[in-house]
């Protein structure tokens, strides 16, 4: 296996697609000349109301009338001007995309006081829904309680807590929207709140429908309160989540499957990693690393080192509106046990799956229908508070604006040293980065390329890189490969788990999952696999192209991640059956080791060279 460094400035036909802290587009040029208008004739015609020209009635009438436009324009200009909120700095993005003082000023709509109480109706209807599904307010109340956890910071100010940090991540969605509008280039119709969610089998929503899952959920309680004006925000949900996979790899590129435009990420992989918080730490500082940093952070599991763990990263100022989100164990097992036309409307068909019986997915530990319906609402009102929170905000404190922009969130790429040894797993610096060589108490994450062939990912395909060596097969991935067409190349494929799991979810229309394990297979007749190995140029990750410097200038490691399913000893072993080559020269053996632990799943480990 050869790999060749590739690095390669991101473009669009001329245009300087270069992204800053904040995930938002810079300014972009567009390349080629400017040239001046010409009048497609060669003279003007002369002007009526000059001295030369004859006055008569209807010449007056029509001049007249003119400065009475002009005064008219020039007063509206003038309370155009007046209009514009004289607080609101523009300029120098923050961290989150927004600008200082500098730029154009941003106009401001007037608050309309019945917009204000429109939206506080609905979400007052929406509470009402919630606490007569649940079995009415007090026990719906103590359910949520139950069911979500949040997390304070003691020395924070008392009215920036964790709802208020939400709401906060509103108010900065409708900034950057009131600021796109200014650029030509903008390709926003709405102020858009990200939520992306990460994680395993349980957030795709085996045994369900794909749209049973709880994010949807969420999504379909909370994205017409949003949407209400005055915040007039627009709900983008994702579920990412890929069944049957660790935090690792799957870590290393949040971006390329959640969306470098993430507001909010969640972490779900408390069935593949005990009890331990390992996992759940690197993964949390991989998510301080994306552009919108610190993302709104949503774990599913309620296990106390995760708790601790999310409450420490509270506790140092990292994690400003973390939530711990449970399910079954939030209801009161009394109203579980009434008689079915006794049971609150949400617990009602508790055992009942939502996809046909038989479905693959419908395991003990995944849950049904109705427990997917219960997350999705306690999720949502959290988030519906945070909603009447911004509201509170915009209601009451017409300079907002100003200090919304005045609080940068942004960690600047600073972290605290790790609260948990990961030594042990050989690969420390990529799991949990370095601390900085001025001071051993600021810890970085290097910067991290990832290509990945799982689905679904939405930048960042692992076909970019390959150069060679790969068969190419248009036959339907869920369709078994002849072993003679691994002879002259590597093969995209699905192992044999997958392959009869997806072909089975077939049979009951797909049951909308988009989640996917594709993987490139090799037998020793496949050959050289060779692989450009990306490097992005960005503003955050300057460091320029040359063909004078080493590969070692862009990188630290290259890390190769093992087929993710169940085998046996006698398939291949990456460390002893592979060979490496990295710019032409051979890679020792001494140089290739196994990460362990924290990025290990069925007994599968990935190659760290």
């Given at each position: 296996?050869?790999?060749?460094?590739?690095?390669?400035?991101?473009?669009?036909?001329?245009?300087?697609?270069?992204t800053n802290s904040s995930g938002s587009s810079a300014k972009r040029n567009v390349?080629?000349?400017?040239?001046?208008?010409?009048?497609?004739?060669?003279?003007?015609?002369?002007?009526?109301?000059?001295?030369?020209?004859?006055?008569?009635?209807?010449?007056?009438?029509?001049?007249?009338?003119?400065?009475?436009?002009?005064?008219?324009?020039?007063?509206?200009?003038?309370?155009?001007?007046?209009?514009?909120?004289?607080?609101?700095?523009?300029?120098?993005?923050?961290?989150?995309?927004?600008?200082?003082?500098?730029?154009?000023?941003?106009?401001?709509?007037?608050?309309?006081?019945?917009?204000?109480?429109?939206?506080?109706?609905?979400?007052?209807?929406?509470?009402?829904?919630?606490?007569?599904?649940?079995?009415?307010?007090?026990?719906?109340?103590?359910?949520?309680?139950?069911?979500?956890?949040?997390?304070?910071?003691?020395?924070?100010?008392?009215?920036?807590?964790?709802?208020?940090?939400?709401?906060?991540?509103?108010?900065?969605?409708?900034?950057?929207?009131?600021?796109?509008?200014?650029?030509?280039?903008?390709?926003?119709?709405?102020?858009?709140?990200?939520?992306?969610?990460?994680?395993?089998?349980?957030?795709?929503?085996?045994?369900?429908?794909?749209?049973?899952?709880?994010?949807?959920?969420?999504?379909?309680?909370?994205?017409?309160?949003?949407?209400?004006?005055?915040?007039?925000?627009?709900?983008?949900?994702?579920?990412?989540?890929?069944?049957?996979?660790?935090?690792?790899?799957?870590?290393?590129?949040?971006?390329?499957?959640?969306?470098?435009?993430?507001?909010?990420?969640?972490?779900?992989?408390?069935?593949?990693?005990?009890?331990?918080?390992?996992?759940?730490?690197?993964?949390?500082?991989?998510?301080?690393?994306?552009?919108?940093?610190?993302?709104?952070?949503?774990?599913?599991?309620?296990?106390?080192?995760?708790?601790?763990?999310?409450?420490?990263?509270?506790?140092?100022?990292?994690?400003?509106?973390?939530?711990?989100?449970?399910?079954?164990?939030?209801?009161?097992?009394?109203?579980?046990?009434?008689?079915?036309?006794?049971?609150?409307?949400?617990?009602?068909?508790?055992?009942?799956?939502?996809?046909?019986?038989?479905?693959?997915?419908?395991?003990?530990?995944?849950?049904?229908?109705?427990?997917?319906?219960?997350?999705?609402?306690?999720?949502?009102?959290?988030?519906?508070?945070?909603?009447?929170?911004?509201?509170?905000?915009?209601?009451?404190?017409?300079?907002?604006?100003?200090?919304?922009?005045?609080?940068?969130?942004?960690?600047?790429?600073?972290?605290?040293?790790?609260?948990?040894?990961?030594?042990?797993?050989?690969?420390?610096?990529?799991?949990?980065?370095?601390?900085?060589?001025?001071?051993?108490?600021?810890?970085?994450?290097?910067?991290?390329?990832?290509?990945?062939?799982?689905?679904?990912?939405?930048?960042?395909?692992?076909?970019?890189?390959?150069?060679?060596?790969?068969?190419?097969?248009?036959?339907?991935?869920?369709?078994?490969?002849?072993?003679?067409?691994?002879?002259?190349?590597?093969?995209?494929?699905?192992?044999?788990?997958?392959?009869?799991?997806?072909?089975?979810?077939?049979?009951?229309?797909?049951?909308?999952?988009?989640?996917?394990?594709?993987?490139?297979?090799?037998?020793?007749?496949?050959?050289?696999?060779?692989?450009?190995?990306?490097?992005?140029?960005?503003?955050?990750?300057?460091?320029?192209?040359?063909?004078?410097?080493?590969?070692?200038?862009?990188?630290?490691?290259?890390?190769?991640?093992?087929?993710?399913?169940?085998?046996?000893?006698?398939?291949?072993?990456?460390?002893?059956?592979?060979?490496?080559?990295?710019?032409?020269?051979?890679?020792?053996?001494?140089?290739?080791?196994?990460?362990?632990?924290?990025?290990?799943?069925?007994?599968?480990?990935?190659?760290?060279?």
């Open positions: 296996m050869e790999m060749h460094r590739r690095s390669k400035a991101p473009s669009n036909n001329g245009i300087d697609n270069s390349g080629g000349s400017s040239s001046s208008l010409r009048s497609k004739h060669n003279s003007r015609p002369g002007n009526p109301y000059s001295a030369a020209s004859q006055t008569t009635t209807t010449d007056i009438i029509l001049f007249r009338s003119l400065q009475i436009l002009l005064v008219i324009t020039v007063c509206w200009f003038l309370s155009l001007i007046i209009s514009v909120d004289p607080t609101t700095p523009s300029g120098t993005p923050n961290g989150d995309g927004l600008r200082g003082s500098g730029s154009a000023s941003i106009i401001t709509p007037l608050l309309d006081p019945t917009n204000i109480a429109n939206a506080r109706d609905q979400i007052t209807k929406v509470r009402e829904e919630f606490y007569t599904r649940y079995g009415g307010k007090p026990e719906a109340l103590d359910m949520l309680k139950r069911g979500l956890r949040t997390f304070e910071n003691e020395k924070a100010a008392k009215d920036m807590g964790s709802v208020r940090s939400t709401a906060d991540r509103y108010l900065r969605s409708i900034l950057r929207f009131e600021e796109n509008q200014s650029s030509s280039l903008s390709a926003f119709q709405h102020a858009e709140f990200v939520m992306a969610f990460g994680g395993y089998s349980v957030t795709v929503g085996r045994g369900n429908h794909f749209e049973q899952s709880y994010p949807f959920i969420m999504e379909k309680i909370l994205a017409p309160i949003l949407a209400l004006p005055p915040l007039g925000v627009k709900l983008v949900v994702r579920n990412s989540a890929i069944g049957g996979i660790p935090s690792f790899p799957y870590g290393w590129c949040l971006p390329n499957f959640l969306g470098e435009d993430a507001d909010a990420v969640s972490w779900d992989y408390g069935m593949n990693e005990g009890n331990g918080a390992a996992g759940l730490e690197s993964y949390v500082r991989q998510a301080l690393m994306m552009p919108k940093s610190p993302p709104m952070f949503i774990l599913l599991d309620m296990k106390r080192p995760r708790l601790d763990l999310l409450q420490k990263y509270v506790n140092m100022g990292f994690l400003p509106d973390p939530v711990a989100l449970g399910g079954r164990d939030a209801v009161n097992k009394k109203l579980l046990q009434l008689p079915e036309t006794d049971k609150p409307p949400g617990l009602q068909k508790w055992d009942e799956w939502g996809a046909p019986k038989g479905s693959p997915g419908q395991s003990p530990w995944h849950p049904k229908k109705m427990e997917h319906e219960l997350m999705g609402w306690m999720m949502a009102m959290h988030m519906i508070d945070a909603v009447e929170v911004a509201l509170n905000v915009m209601e009451k404190d017409p300079n907002w604006r100003e200090k919304v922009l005045q609080q940068n969130p942004s960690l600047g790429g600073e972290l605290p040293a790790p609260v948990i040894d990961v030594a042990a797993s050989g690969a420390a610096s990529i799991l949990h980065g370095a601390p900085s060589t001025d001071d051993s108490s600021k810890w970085h994450m290097n910067h991290v390329s990832c290509r990945t062939s799982f689905l679904p990912n939405m930048f960042g395909n692992f076909d970019s890189i390959i150069e060679s060596g790969v068969t190419k097969d248009e036959e339907d991935m869920l369709q078994s490969r002849d072993d003679s067409l691994f002879n002259g190349g590597w093969v995209m494929d699905v192992g044999k788990v997958e392959r009869e799991t997806k072909v089975k979810v077939q049979k009951y229309g797909g049951l909308g999952y988009i989640d996917m394990k594709t993987a490139l297979y090799g037998i020793p007749s496949s050959g050289t696999l060779k692989l450009w190995l990306p490097y992005e140029l960005s503003a955050t990750n300057p460091v320029q192209s040359s063909g004078d410097l080493l590969a070692g200038i862009y990188f630290n490691s290259v890390v190769f991640c093992e087929v993710n399913e169940k085998r046996g000893n006698k398939e291949c072993n990456m460390l002893s059956d592979l060979a490496f080559e990295v710019g032409g020269a051979a890679v020792a053996k001494a140089g290739v080791t196994q990460i362990k632990g924290v990025a290990s799943y069925l007994k599968k480990t990935f190659v760290f060279g």
